[in-house]
């Protein structure tokens, strides 16, 4: 039995929680009313991303504020970011209406998974742990997998979906093998004690490189950056004209505070090729 828990801190979180329970508000809605509820699904989606933003701007302290164990931060940084990810998630929700309409797919499905993807952006924006990294990237990812396949009749939407699952996988090991390398090398998953580990050399340099490289990998992947983008054009081609708007504007933010959680790694220890190792331990940078 616990006697000691503490309830953590959830004001930084409010923005996430509010969207989460709404999804679930919403799908419970859908359930109910069935197809004749579509404009209220969409209206409801909107509306949540409206409140996360007036959530967002008034739960803002201009102060880093740690919660969750220092695995979630809210600072001004990732406030902006949330509000760019709430304004381009609600323009392809507004732009996507008609187009899915004229085509028979304005299903609530589509609204709902769009919402956990954004949970998913938020999640990776605010992480400040690589395990929460790691938890909002899947959120994310596997909902835009499942949009990319939303028109089932297309064969070219279902291809694309697979391709991008298959590789989706591929690099969700990638992160996860250079994570648990990186916690082999400093001791921790949490981003500033990494940092401080590598800054005060207390980490095993070579194998702290290579959990670098495939950090740097998996999300070069993700944001499509060469040699790594050769899932973009069969996706862009594949996913219908919402779709693709979506995956090349909200995920890229994410994926931009994801990147500098990873990279940043390498700046603060001044240049990877500083980790030069004799016998598992790093040496003096100027040797």
């Keep these: 039995m616990l006697t000691n828990f503490v309830l953590p801190n959830l004001a930084p979180a409010y923005p996430e ?20 509820c579509r404009g209220l699904v969409a209206a409801l989606s909107l509306l949540t991303l409206f409140v996360c ?6 739960t803002a302290t201009g102060e880093p504020t740690m919660t969750f164990s220092n695995m979630f931060v809210d600072d001004l940084f990732s406030d902006f970011l949330k509000m760019l990810v709430y304004a381009g998630v609600a323009t392809v929700m507004v732009y996507s209406r008609g187009y ?3 085509r028979n797919l304005d299903k609530s499905e589509y609204y709902l998974l769009m919402l956990f993807a954004t949970l998913g952006m938020m999640v990776m924006i605010s ?14 990812s596997l909902s835009i997998y499942s949009l990319v396949a939303m028109d089932r009749d297309s ?39 990494v940092l401080q580990a590598i800054a005060t050399g207390n980490a095993y340099g070579i194998v702290l490189v290579f ?11 993700k944001l499509g950056v060469v040699p790594f983008h050769m899932w973009v054009p069969d996706v862009y081609h594949g996913a219908t004209t919402p779709m693709t708007l979506l995956i090349s504007s909200a995920p890229k933010l994410a994926a931009y505070a994801m990147t500098l959680a990873g990279v940043w790694c390498c700046a603060t ?5 500083a980790y030069a190792i004799d016998h598992g331990r790093p040496v003096d940078c100027n040797r």
């Design 211 to 221: 959990g670098l490289v495939f950090l740097v990998s998996g999300i070069a992947f």
């Design 17 to 36: 929680l509010f969207l989460l329970a709404m999804a679930c508000v919403i799908l419970l809605v859908d359930v109910i009313l069935g197809a004749a």
């Design 100 to 102: 899915l309409r004229d």
């Design 155 to 193: 064969s070219r939407s279902t291809e694309a979906a697979m391709k991008y699952f298959i590789l989706g996988a591929l690099a969700s090991g990638l992160l996860l093998y250079g994570m648990s390398m990186v916690y082999g090398a400093t001791g921790t998953l949490e981003i500033n004690g």
């Design 269 to 273: 220890s001044r240049a990877m090729a």
């Design 53 to 58: 933003a007036v959530l967002t701007a008034t």
């Design 127 to 140: 992480a400040n742990h690589f395990l929460t990294v790691y938890l909002g990237l899947e959120l994310m």
